[in-house]
């Protein structure tokens, strides 16, 4: 970060104290110096970039001070009008993987598609839940009634070649840093099965547990970022209790989708339930959890540590 300070009068600033902002807290820097009338002065400050996420960076406070150290001049730059602190985004990294245990053959899918589509007798290219808006003509009543859920004929974009990533927004427990690193590593997992899938050719479609209604759909390579800039600028402040209540009314409308990667960092036992009994009713559920350990059920799971080899995890088989 280049910092360049300018001393416009005839006077001189004896002692100059600067704050700098940096991504990490416990790296943030202080300058001291001084400055005669009509020079100025230059800096070259390296920011570390730890981990993916929106960040503000730049001078926070000036102090001014006499030589004799008697009348100090205190300023908060961050509440003037004419000065703004610079937005750093980092985007998470979306690795190169050959295959996820999550997913499965593209020969399987045609297989399992043409058999649906000739038990149901139906034309059009898949299912999906109802949503405000959504033309009446369009409501599937048959399969609406089997279920006692509202859905709708989908043309836009086939459901079977459709790769759901779900979002678990819950607070992050921990300090700054490891917060931090949860929500990075979530973001890098997500990233990279993103990548893998559309290196299949298969759509992506993201959901915020925060947003259900609300997903952001990525098609081809080339809006890849997109998606992931979608995963910064989300903030992870749900209540935990929010997830369980909604995590099983999202999953009914999800119920038709071929792919569900579930990615979250909570370690409680009202959720991993939660998700137990759903993983009985969709085949291809998969919860990348981070900081999560191995145990007994039908719950398929890929466990990383915060900060972890994404990469390596994602290769690895589900547990």
Do not use: W
């Amino acid at each position: 970060m280049q910092l360049a300070l300018y001393n416009e009068n005839f006077f001189p600033l004896s002692i100059l104290r600067i704050q700098i902002q940096l991504i990490d807290p416990q790296e943030n820097d202080a300058l001291t110096f001084s400055l005669s009338p009509f020079s100025s002065k230059s800096f070259s400050i390296p920011v570390h970039i730890p981990y993916c996420g929106t960040f503000s960076v730049g001078m926070t406070k000036i102090s001014i001070f006499d030589v004799f150290d008697l009348v100090p001049f205190r300023f908060d730059m961050r509440r003037l009008s004419y000065y703004r602190l610079k937005t750093l985004t980092v985007l998470p990294k979306a690795y190169h993987v050959d295959a996820i245990p999550g997913e499965i053959s593209d020969a399987k899918a045609f297989a399992e598609l043409k058999l649906r589509t000739a038990e149901q007798g139906d034309n059009f290219s898949d299912l999906r839940g109802y949503r405000p808006g959504d033309p009446i003509k369009r409501i599937h009543f048959k399969k609406s009634a089997q279920h006692h859920t509202l859905y709708v004929k989908q043309y836009d974009m086939p459901q079977a070649d459709a790769v759901t990533l779900y979002i678990d927004t819950t607070m992050l427990r921990g300090d700054f840093r490891s917060v931090r690193l949860q929500f990075h590593t979530v973001c890098e997992c997500a990233a990279t099965v993103a990548l893998r899938a559309l290196r299949r050719r298969k759509a992506v479609r993201l959901i915020f547990s925060d947003e259900p209604s609300q997903e952001f759909v990525c098609k081809q390579q080339s809006e890849l970022d997109l998606l992931r800039r979608a995963l910064v600028a989300h903030t992870f402040e749900s209540p935990e209790e929010h997830l369980v209540d909604a995590f099983p009314k999202t999953m009914t409308s999800l119920s038709f989708d071929r792919e569900i990667y579930l990615f979250s960092a909570r370690q409680d036992d009202a959720f991993l339930q939660v998700l137990e009994r759903a993983s009985m009713q969709m085949k291809h559920q998969l919860l990348i959890h981070i900081n999560g350990h191995p145990i007994p059920g039908q719950l398929r799971r890929i466990c990383i540590t915060e900060g972890g080899d994404v990469a390596a995890a994602l290769s690895a088989d589900a547990t």
